[in-house]
Protein backbone atom coordinates (compact mmCIF):
# COMPACT_ATOMS: atom_id res chain seq x y z
CA UNK A 1 0.00 0.00 0.00
CA UNK A 2 1.67 3.57 -0.89
CA UNK A 3 2.29 5.95 2.13
CA UNK A 4 -1.36 6.85 3.87
CA UNK A 5 -2.62 10.58 3.30
CA UNK A 6 -3.97 10.71 7.09
CA UNK A 7 -2.76 12.41 10.17
CA UNK A 8 0.14 9.67 11.21
CA UNK A 9 -2.04 10.91 15.00
CA UNK A 10 -3.31 6.98 15.56
CA UNK A 11 -1.34 3.89 15.74
CA UNK A 12 -4.31 1.93 13.93
CA UNK A 13 -4.35 -1.83 13.93
CA UNK A 14 -4.21 -3.27 10.18
CA UNK A 15 -7.60 -4.64 9.98
CA UNK A 16 -9.97 -2.80 7.80
CA UNK A 17 -13.94 -3.67 8.27
CA UNK A 18 -16.61 -4.03 5.87
CA UNK A 19 -19.70 -4.11 7.79
CA UNK A 20 -21.14 -4.55 10.99
CA UNK A 21 -23.99 -6.90 12.36
CA UNK A 22 -24.94 -6.68 15.72
CA UNK A 23 -21.88 -7.46 18.01
CA UNK A 24 -20.19 -8.86 14.90
CA UNK A 25 -17.37 -6.43 12.51
CA UNK A 26 -16.64 -7.92 9.33
CA UNK A 27 -13.64 -7.20 7.55
CA UNK A 28 -13.66 -7.01 3.75
CA UNK A 29 -12.39 -10.76 3.13
CA UNK A 30 -15.11 -12.10 5.37
CA UNK A 31 -13.21 -12.18 9.08
CA UNK A 32 -15.56 -11.98 11.14
CA UNK A 33 -14.74 -10.11 14.98
CA UNK A 34 -16.24 -10.38 18.27
CA UNK A 35 -16.73 -6.49 18.69
CA UNK A 36 -16.25 -5.64 22.43
CA UNK A 37 -14.96 -2.75 22.47
CA UNK A 38 -18.26 -0.50 20.62
CA UNK A 39 -15.59 1.86 18.81
CA UNK A 40 -14.95 2.89 22.47
CA UNK A 41 -18.17 2.85 24.02
CA UNK A 42 -20.11 4.59 21.18
CA UNK A 43 -22.06 1.76 19.18
CA UNK A 44 -24.49 0.96 21.82
CA UNK A 45 -26.80 -0.53 19.95
CA UNK A 46 -24.43 -2.66 18.41
CA UNK A 47 -24.17 -2.00 14.64
CA UNK A 48 -26.68 -1.56 11.87
CA UNK A 49 -29.25 -1.69 14.68
CA UNK A 50 -32.35 -1.60 12.51
CA UNK A 51 -34.32 1.06 14.41
CA UNK A 52 -31.18 2.83 14.14
CA UNK A 53 -30.91 2.54 10.42
CA UNK A 54 -34.40 3.47 9.62
CA UNK A 55 -34.25 6.39 11.82
CA UNK A 56 -31.29 7.67 9.92
CA UNK A 57 -32.68 6.83 7.11
CA UNK A 58 -35.97 8.13 7.07
CA UNK A 59 -34.75 11.72 8.61
CA UNK A 60 -31.85 12.06 5.78
CA UNK A 61 -34.95 11.81 3.07
CA UNK A 62 -36.55 14.81 4.82
CA UNK A 63 -34.09 17.43 6.39
CA UNK A 64 -30.64 16.88 7.26
CA UNK A 65 -29.54 20.83 8.45
CA UNK A 66 -30.99 23.66 9.31
CA UNK A 67 -28.77 25.12 11.57
CA UNK A 68 -29.57 26.81 15.17
CA UNK A 69 -31.27 29.84 13.86
CA UNK A 70 -34.63 27.59 13.66
CA UNK A 71 -36.35 25.58 15.57
CA UNK A 72 -35.77 21.33 15.14
CA UNK A 73 -38.57 19.69 16.89
CA UNK A 74 -36.89 16.21 17.22
CA UNK A 75 -34.09 17.87 19.18
CA UNK A 76 -36.69 19.50 21.55
CA UNK A 77 -38.18 16.30 22.01
CA UNK A 78 -34.60 14.49 23.14
CA UNK A 79 -34.25 16.91 25.56
CA UNK A 80 -37.78 16.36 26.74
CA UNK A 81 -37.17 12.73 27.27
CA UNK A 82 -33.09 13.51 28.76
CA UNK A 83 -34.87 16.12 31.00
CA UNK A 84 -37.40 13.59 32.01
CA UNK A 85 -35.01 10.53 32.92
CA UNK A 86 -32.78 12.81 35.08
CA UNK A 87 -31.83 15.52 37.59
CA UNK A 88 -31.61 17.94 34.43
CA UNK A 89 -33.98 21.10 33.29
CA UNK A 90 -32.32 22.09 29.96
CA UNK A 91 -30.06 20.47 27.18
CA UNK A 92 -27.27 21.95 24.77
CA UNK A 93 -26.75 19.69 21.91
CA UNK A 94 -22.74 19.50 20.44
CA UNK A 95 -21.32 17.28 18.22
CA UNK A 96 -18.54 15.18 20.95
CA UNK A 97 -17.89 14.51 24.09
CA UNK A 98 -14.79 17.15 24.27
CA UNK A 99 -17.38 19.76 23.24
CA UNK A 100 -19.69 18.78 25.37
CA UNK A 101 -16.97 18.88 28.38
CA UNK A 102 -15.99 22.36 27.57
CA UNK A 103 -19.88 23.54 27.29
CA UNK A 104 -19.99 22.44 30.92
CA UNK A 105 -16.77 24.33 31.75
CA UNK A 106 -17.89 27.85 30.10
CA UNK A 107 -21.21 27.29 31.56
CA UNK A 108 -19.92 26.91 34.84
CA UNK A 109 -17.57 29.41 34.67
CA UNK A 110 -20.66 32.14 33.42
CA UNK A 111 -22.59 31.01 35.50
CA UNK A 112 -20.55 32.65 38.81
CA UNK A 113 -19.43 35.45 36.33
CA UNK A 114 -23.21 36.33 35.99
CA UNK A 115 -23.56 36.21 39.58
CA UNK A 116 -20.90 39.14 40.04
CA UNK A 117 -17.80 36.49 40.83
CA UNK A 118 -15.81 36.80 37.81
CA UNK A 119 -12.57 35.54 39.03
CA UNK A 120 -14.26 32.78 40.35
CA UNK A 121 -13.53 30.55 37.18
CA UNK A 122 -11.37 27.46 38.66
CA UNK A 123 -12.53 23.88 37.97
CA UNK A 124 -10.97 21.37 39.79
CA UNK A 125 -10.94 17.69 38.32
CA UNK A 126 -8.78 14.65 39.41
CA UNK A 127 -5.92 12.54 38.62
CA UNK A 128 -6.65 9.76 36.09
CA UNK A 129 -9.25 11.94 34.61
CA UNK A 130 -9.78 12.05 31.05
CA UNK A 131 -12.17 14.98 29.57
CA UNK A 132 -10.84 14.79 25.81
CA UNK A 133 -8.67 16.54 23.42
CA UNK A 134 -9.48 20.24 22.86
CA UNK A 135 -7.00 22.73 24.21
CA UNK A 136 -9.63 23.63 27.28
CA UNK A 137 -9.83 19.75 28.05
CA UNK A 138 -6.41 18.47 28.07
CA UNK A 139 -6.17 21.21 31.13
CA UNK A 140 -9.54 19.73 32.68
CA UNK A 141 -7.92 16.34 32.59
CA UNK A 142 -3.81 17.36 33.26
CA UNK A 143 -2.36 14.25 31.90
CA UNK A 144 1.31 15.43 31.07
CA UNK A 145 1.46 13.50 27.52
CA UNK A 146 -1.39 14.67 26.29
CA UNK A 147 -0.32 18.35 27.28
CA UNK A 148 3.31 18.22 26.14
CA UNK A 149 4.14 20.73 23.06
CA UNK A 150 1.06 22.09 23.15
CA UNK A 151 1.66 25.49 24.29
CA UNK A 152 0.93 26.25 27.83
CA UNK A 153 -2.08 24.90 30.17
CA UNK A 154 -4.87 26.56 30.11
CA UNK A 155 -5.45 28.24 33.25
CA UNK A 156 -8.04 27.45 35.94
CA UNK A 157 -7.52 23.80 36.31
CA UNK A 158 -6.65 22.45 39.51
CA UNK A 159 -5.96 18.59 40.21
CA UNK A 160 -5.98 16.81 43.38
CA UNK A 161 -5.99 12.96 43.92
CA UNK A 162 -9.58 10.88 43.57
CA UNK A 163 -10.84 9.85 47.66
CA UNK A 164 -8.24 12.52 49.00
CA UNK A 165 -10.63 14.97 50.73
CA UNK A 166 -7.92 17.10 52.67
CA UNK A 167 -5.93 17.81 48.95
CA UNK A 168 -9.62 18.65 48.01
CA UNK A 169 -10.10 20.99 50.31
CA UNK A 170 -7.05 22.35 49.99
CA UNK A 171 -7.37 23.78 46.27
CA UNK A 172 -10.73 24.82 47.20
CA UNK A 173 -11.29 28.45 47.55
CA UNK A 174 -12.93 31.73 46.46
CA UNK A 175 -11.72 31.15 43.06
CA UNK A 176 -13.36 27.67 42.38
CA UNK A 177 -16.35 27.66 40.38
CA UNK A 178 -16.58 23.43 39.77
CA UNK A 179 -15.71 20.53 40.60
CA UNK A 180 -15.72 17.77 37.35
CA UNK A 181 -15.73 14.02 37.48
CA UNK A 182 -16.21 10.97 36.02
CA UNK A 183 -18.14 8.94 38.23
CA UNK A 184 -16.17 5.80 36.54
CA UNK A 185 -12.68 6.94 35.21
CA UNK A 186 -12.65 5.02 31.59
CA UNK A 187 -9.08 6.22 29.90
CA UNK A 188 -7.46 5.59 32.85
CA UNK A 189 -8.73 1.77 33.57
CA UNK A 190 -12.16 1.55 34.53
CA UNK A 191 -11.83 3.22 37.86
CA UNK A 192 -15.01 3.25 39.92
CA UNK A 193 -15.28 6.15 42.36
CA UNK A 194 -16.42 5.41 45.08
CA UNK A 195 -20.19 6.76 46.26
CA UNK A 196 -19.00 8.09 49.73
CA UNK A 197 -16.39 10.27 47.85
CA UNK A 198 -19.50 11.48 45.35
CA UNK A 199 -21.30 12.27 48.51
CA UNK A 200 -18.88 14.31 49.81
CA UNK A 201 -17.86 16.32 46.68
CA UNK A 202 -21.81 16.98 46.41
CA UNK A 203 -21.73 18.18 50.63
CA UNK A 204 -18.74 20.32 49.67
CA UNK A 205 -20.06 21.92 46.69
CA UNK A 206 -23.42 22.96 48.20
CA UNK A 207 -21.58 24.41 51.19
CA UNK A 208 -19.36 26.83 49.19
CA UNK A 209 -21.75 27.44 46.13
CA UNK A 210 -19.22 25.26 43.93
CA UNK A 211 -20.47 23.56 40.75
CA UNK A 212 -20.69 19.76 40.32
CA UNK A 213 -20.19 18.39 37.23
CA UNK A 214 -20.38 14.92 36.10
CA UNK A 215 -18.08 13.43 32.63
CA UNK A 216 -20.53 10.51 32.14
CA UNK A 217 -19.56 10.49 28.15
CA UNK A 218 -18.54 6.96 28.51
CA UNK A 219 -20.61 6.03 31.56
CA UNK A 220 -23.70 7.39 30.50
CA UNK A 221 -26.60 6.02 28.21
CA UNK A 222 -26.75 2.66 29.57
CA UNK A 223 -23.89 1.53 29.81
CA UNK A 224 -23.44 0.32 33.76
CA UNK A 225 -27.17 -0.65 33.78
CA UNK A 226 -28.61 2.57 34.43
CA UNK A 227 -29.15 5.46 32.09
CA UNK A 228 -26.66 7.36 33.65
CA UNK A 229 -23.74 5.71 36.50
CA UNK A 230 -24.14 8.56 39.00
CA UNK A 231 -28.26 7.41 39.33
CA UNK A 232 -26.64 4.42 40.63
CA UNK A 233 -25.15 6.36 43.84
CA UNK A 234 -27.76 9.58 44.33
CA UNK A 235 -25.79 11.97 43.98
CA UNK A 236 -27.00 14.35 41.73
CA UNK A 237 -24.57 16.90 39.78
CA UNK A 238 -25.73 20.87 38.42
CA UNK A 239 -24.14 19.65 34.72
CA UNK A 240 -23.22 16.77 32.88
CA UNK A 241 -21.34 15.83 29.51
CA UNK A 242 -22.79 12.97 27.68
CA UNK A 243 -21.41 11.47 24.29
CA UNK A 244 -20.74 8.03 23.07
CA UNK A 245 -23.29 5.68 23.07
CA UNK A 246 -26.25 8.68 23.06
CA UNK A 247 -25.16 8.58 19.03
CA UNK A 248 -25.04 4.94 18.61
CA UNK A 249 -22.58 5.43 16.32
CA UNK A 250 -23.98 9.11 14.84
CA UNK A 251 -21.64 11.66 16.47
CA UNK A 252 -23.57 13.82 18.62
CA UNK A 253 -22.71 14.39 22.38
CA UNK A 254 -25.00 16.90 24.88
CA UNK A 255 -24.58 18.93 28.33
CA UNK A 256 -27.13 18.42 30.50
CA UNK A 257 -28.33 21.47 33.36
CA UNK A 258 -30.28 22.35 35.59
CA UNK A 259 -31.99 25.23 34.73
CA UNK A 260 -30.36 27.81 37.26
CA UNK A 261 -27.47 26.50 36.06
CA UNK A 262 -28.37 26.50 32.50
CA UNK A 263 -29.65 30.17 32.72
CA UNK A 264 -25.80 31.36 32.50
CA UNK A 265 -25.45 30.88 28.53
CA UNK A 266 -27.53 33.40 27.15
CA UNK A 267 -28.10 34.20 23.87
CA UNK A 268 -24.80 35.10 21.64
CA UNK A 269 -22.72 33.57 24.92
CA UNK A 270 -21.92 30.01 23.54
CA UNK A 271 -22.79 27.79 20.00
CA UNK A 272 -22.17 25.63 17.64
CA UNK A 273 -23.20 25.16 13.73
CA UNK A 274 -23.93 21.60 13.75
CA UNK A 275 -24.85 21.04 17.04
CA UNK A 276 -28.28 18.97 17.88
CA UNK A 277 -28.46 19.00 13.93
CA UNK A 278 -31.88 16.65 12.92
CA UNK A 279 -30.18 13.34 11.62
CA UNK A 280 -28.38 13.65 15.18
CA UNK A 281 -31.40 14.01 16.81
CA UNK A 282 -33.06 11.60 14.80
CA UNK A 283 -30.87 9.03 15.79
CA UNK A 284 -30.38 10.30 19.27
CA UNK A 285 -34.41 9.48 20.36
CA UNK A 286 -33.98 6.08 18.34
CA UNK A 287 -31.34 5.20 20.83
CA UNK A 288 -33.55 6.43 23.79
CA UNK A 289 -36.82 4.20 22.40
CA UNK A 290 -34.29 1.16 22.51
CA UNK A 291 -32.60 2.17 25.96
CA UNK A 292 -35.47 3.79 27.82
CA UNK A 293 -37.46 0.24 25.80
CA UNK A 294 -39.10 -2.37 28.98
CA UNK A 295 -36.27 -4.16 30.61
CA UNK A 296 -33.26 -2.88 28.42
CA UNK A 297 -31.35 -1.62 31.65
CA UNK A 298 -32.51 -4.71 33.73
CA UNK A 299 -30.93 -6.51 31.08
CA UNK A 300 -28.17 -5.30 31.07
CA UNK A 301 -27.59 -5.41 34.24
CA UNK A 302 -28.06 -8.89 34.47
CA UNK A 303 -25.92 -9.51 31.82
CA UNK A 304 -23.16 -7.61 32.94
CA UNK A 305 -23.24 -9.56 36.05
CA UNK A 306 -23.33 -12.78 34.34
CA UNK A 307 -20.08 -11.75 31.94
CA UNK A 308 -18.39 -10.06 35.27
CA UNK A 309 -18.28 -13.44 37.27
CA UNK A 310 -17.42 -15.22 34.26
CA UNK A 311 -14.22 -12.77 33.90
CA UNK A 312 -13.43 -13.30 37.28
CA UNK A 313 -13.31 -16.77 36.46
CA UNK A 314 -11.20 -16.42 33.58
CA UNK A 315 -8.95 -14.41 35.83
CA UNK A 316 -8.76 -17.62 38.29
CA UNK A 317 -8.09 -19.83 35.71
CA UNK A 318 -5.02 -17.52 34.42
CA UNK A 319 -3.08 -15.88 37.26
CA UNK A 320 -0.02 -15.34 35.46
CA UNK A 321 -2.07 -13.14 32.42
CA UNK A 322 -4.71 -11.58 34.10
CA UNK A 323 -4.37 -9.69 37.80
CA UNK A 324 -8.33 -8.52 38.11
CA UNK A 325 -11.89 -7.52 36.38
CA UNK A 326 -13.52 -4.26 37.81
CA UNK A 327 -16.49 -2.29 36.56
CA UNK A 328 -19.95 -1.88 36.57
CA UNK A 329 -23.01 -3.35 34.11
CA UNK A 330 -21.46 -3.67 30.46
CA UNK A 331 -18.56 -1.21 31.34
CA UNK A 332 -15.85 -4.35 32.52
CA UNK A 333 -12.28 -4.23 32.42
CA UNK A 334 -9.54 -6.84 33.04
CA UNK A 335 -6.02 -5.66 34.77
CA UNK A 336 -3.45 -7.54 33.12
CA UNK A 337 -0.06 -9.29 34.48
CA UNK A 338 0.87 -9.26 30.95
CA UNK A 339 1.55 -5.67 29.14
CA UNK A 340 -2.30 -4.71 28.25
CA UNK A 341 -1.37 -4.42 24.30
CA UNK A 342 -0.58 -7.87 24.22
CA UNK A 343 -3.85 -9.09 25.80
CA UNK A 344 -5.40 -7.26 23.20
CA UNK A 345 -3.93 -8.08 20.92
CA UNK A 346 -3.73 -11.81 21.74
CA UNK A 347 -7.58 -11.33 21.48
CA UNK A 348 -8.16 -10.25 18.61
CA UNK A 349 -5.89 -13.01 17.02
CA UNK A 350 -8.77 -14.93 18.72
CA UNK A 351 -11.33 -13.08 16.69
CA UNK A 352 -12.80 -10.28 19.86
CA UNK A 353 -11.82 -6.54 20.03
CA UNK A 354 -11.32 -4.79 22.90
CA UNK A 355 -9.94 -1.29 24.06
CA UNK A 356 -6.83 -0.52 26.16
CA UNK A 357 -6.29 1.61 28.74
CA UNK A 358 -4.15 3.17 31.42
CA UNK A 359 -3.41 1.22 34.78
CA UNK A 360 -2.49 -1.57 32.36
CA UNK A 361 -6.21 -2.61 32.06
CA UNK A 362 -7.90 -4.03 28.69
CA UNK A 363 -12.13 -2.20 28.13
CA UNK A 364 -14.48 -4.85 27.74
CA UNK A 365 -17.72 -2.55 26.51
CA UNK A 366 -19.41 -4.31 24.23
CA UNK A 367 -22.82 -3.19 22.75
CA UNK A 368 -25.70 -3.48 25.24
CA UNK A 369 -27.35 -5.60 23.18
CA UNK A 370 -25.12 -8.48 23.18
CA UNK A 371 -26.86 -12.06 24.44
CA UNK A 372 -25.99 -14.49 26.93
CA UNK A 373 -24.46 -16.98 23.83
CA UNK A 374 -22.57 -14.03 22.63
CA UNK A 375 -21.34 -13.18 26.43
CA UNK A 376 -20.22 -17.39 26.54
CA UNK A 377 -18.51 -16.71 22.97
CA UNK A 378 -16.24 -13.41 24.01
CA UNK A 379 -15.25 -15.00 27.29
CA UNK A 380 -14.06 -18.43 25.40
CA UNK A 381 -12.07 -16.32 23.05
CA UNK A 382 -10.53 -14.33 26.17
CA UNK A 383 -9.84 -17.85 27.16
CA UNK A 384 -8.03 -18.33 24.17
CA UNK A 385 -6.09 -15.75 23.76
CA UNK A 386 -5.02 -15.69 27.26
CA UNK A 387 -3.67 -19.21 26.62
CA UNK A 388 -2.00 -18.14 23.90
CA UNK A 389 -0.07 -15.34 26.10
CA UNK A 390 1.06 -18.23 28.69
CA UNK A 391 2.06 -20.92 25.87
CA UNK A 392 4.34 -17.73 25.00
CA UNK A 393 5.43 -16.88 28.44
CA UNK A 394 6.57 -21.12 28.98
CA UNK A 395 8.43 -20.90 25.51
CA UNK A 396 10.09 -17.27 26.80
CA UNK A 397 10.78 -19.46 29.71
CA UNK A 398 12.19 -22.57 28.36
CA UNK A 399 14.49 -20.57 25.62
C1 LIG B 1 -14.24 9.89 25.16
C2 LIG B 1 -14.31 10.76 26.35
C3 LIG B 1 -14.23 12.15 26.23
C4 LIG B 1 -13.96 12.84 24.92
O1 LIG B 1 -14.95 12.59 23.98
P1 LIG B 1 -14.66 12.93 22.41
O2 LIG B 1 -15.96 12.61 21.74
O3 LIG B 1 -13.53 12.06 21.99
O4 LIG B 1 -14.32 14.37 22.33
C5 LIG B 1 -14.34 12.90 27.39
N1 LIG B 1 -14.56 12.33 28.58
C6 LIG B 1 -14.66 10.98 28.73
C7 LIG B 1 -14.92 10.40 30.07
C8 LIG B 1 -14.53 10.17 27.61
O5 LIG B 1 -14.61 8.83 27.76
Not at 233 to 261: H, N, S, Y
Request: aromatic fraction near 6%; glycine fraction near 12%; charge should be negative.
Amino acid sequence: MSESALFGNYARSNLTFDHGEGVWLVTSDGRRFLDCGSGIAVNSLGHSHPHLVQALQDQAAKLWHVSNLHQTPEGERLAQRLCAETFADKVLFVNSGAEAMEAAIKCARRYHYDNGQPDRFHIVTFEGAFHGRTLGTIAAGGQAKYLEGFGPKAPGFDQVPVGDLEALKAVIGPQTAAIAIEPIQGESGIREIQTDFLRALRRICDENGILLIFDEIQTGVGRTGRLFAHQWTGVEPDLMAVAKGIGGGFPMGACLATAETAGALVPGTHGTTFGGNPLAMAVGNAVLDVVLGDGFLEEVRRKGLSFKQKLAGLVDGHPKVLDEVRGNGLMLGLKCAVPAGDYVAAARQAGLLAVPAGDNVVRIMPPLTMSEEEIALAVERLDMAACAIEAKLVEGAAE
